[in-house]
């Protein structure tokens, strides 16, 4: 592919976390490329969330490189967008919407900050872009996890990343709403050459969207296509005991591992 | 009525200090008590005034002026509720039973001290009525400072509010922003208990932001109508203090009075505009539902009708 001419977007070296006596990534080495979708899973605990942190610049490795977008990573990368989870905002929370995506492109200036046209244009543009437009002065409180979910995203992307992490962003999402997510990240992703990385519980909605698949498990990392590494074979390797991959119905299920 | 407000304009030279180290304090508080409330600090609020008080009281124990006891303990307090960090739960158990051993503290220090019960009850109302020239400077000037170095904080204290791990991954300072923003609490709630005493300040504090969150939906409204509804509430309580009761009973408990009478039926009408836009949205999106339902399940009956026929 073309892709793998242009510098890496991420590069890790035989990385090393090791927090409060306990190993949670054991020489983990990988590379990501522009515009990739990439699926991150694996048990709870297993170092996915700390991936993430790793790539932030929030925790340092305790051994090995990490290169994110040619440069070591650090907080404050407007090269980055993050979307965490969403969690149940209280009800009578003064802010609307589009308070919350304005966030994402100037919340980290000092100052009061002054309305002006093309703030306001901006913040619109990233709402439509996100389908969210027709809520922008509903009380954040009142809305869904899903729509929650999406100005989580519209903020992420204010800055024009080259990289957009996500982390559970389905989760608590009913199948629909869920799927609804998935084609907003896909098309995000092609339109705007964006790499993606989107930490999920269950691959399986994510199958026809995703290129690779890192499989977090037992401090060990694997990358590759989604059938190379979703297999009994990879996996049982992976957890270092017996797992049985099943697929069904078009869908694949991980058995013998908590998942 | 037209008697009193006469009555008022007559008093008004005397009442000057009065009103505008009350007016200074009711802007502040208010500016102070949105973000407590956003941040889920009230319960801080509540305890850092009887930090204080056994601070003053240590202090005219110890024969310091008591000011700076004050300053001293509530700064302290302000500051270590701020190291506490965001564990809900816990942290409140810590900040109650801090704020139960200060306020049993602060008695204690006043019994030992034999009696001076006039402290003591200045220190728990006030000295509103009795406010020289130069409290209200020394009250402008900290406010201004305070009120400044909020501004300045603004955006990143509101988005690290809203969503901390975020905010953190943009480069925002936010353990050191909380450590600042209580500092700066701390140094509201001491410049107010000289003035409006250990029991108002909470009052003042998140009662007339509380009453604006409710109807306010985007932060700047809702601080300008937390400042309003502040300095009414501080006009109207000593108005009514001074004039209908000539000084008789504390001006606090006007004013508490006051932003209780103005919360409690805002809050209990409120869920008849919170959530109004939303509830109708998801009635229409019922209603699509349903229908498409029904249309379904007609094309069913129509499928099976047809089947019969060709039977």
Redesign the interface.
Known sequence: MAQRQETPVITLDHIDVRLGGRTILDDVSLTVHAGEFIAILGPNGAGKSTLLKLLLGLIKPTAGTIQVLGRAPRRGNVDIGYAPQHRELEADLALRARDVVGFGLDGHHWGPGWPNRKRTALIEQALQEVDALHFADAPVGQLSGGEQQRLLIAQALLTNPRLLLMDEPLSNLDISRAQEIITLVNGVCRTRNVAVLLVAHDVNPLLNAIDRVIYVANGHCAIGAPTEIITSNTLSKLYGSPVEVVNAMGRMFVVGAET | MLQAFQEFWLYFPLLQNTLLAGSIIAIVAALMGYFLI?RGLTFAGHALPYVGFAGAAGAVLLGIDPVFGLFAFTLAGGVGIGFLGKEAHARDITIGILMTFALGLGLMFFALYSGYAELVYSYLFGTILGISQQDVLVTAVCSLIAVAAL??????L??ST??P????????PVYALSIIFMALVAIAVAMSIQIVGTLLVFTLLVGPAAT???I????L??IILAVFLGLLYTWLGIFLAVVLFNGTLPVSFFIATISFSVYLPIRLL?PLW??R??RR?RNQEQQVEIEFEHLKARECVAVEVKQESFK
């Open positions: 956003m501004i300045v904080m603004f955006r990143p509101l988005f809203m969503d791990i975020v905010a953190s991954s943009r480069g925002i604006a969150i409710r306010a939906n985007r932060p409204w809702a409120s919170i959530g836009g939303i949205q």
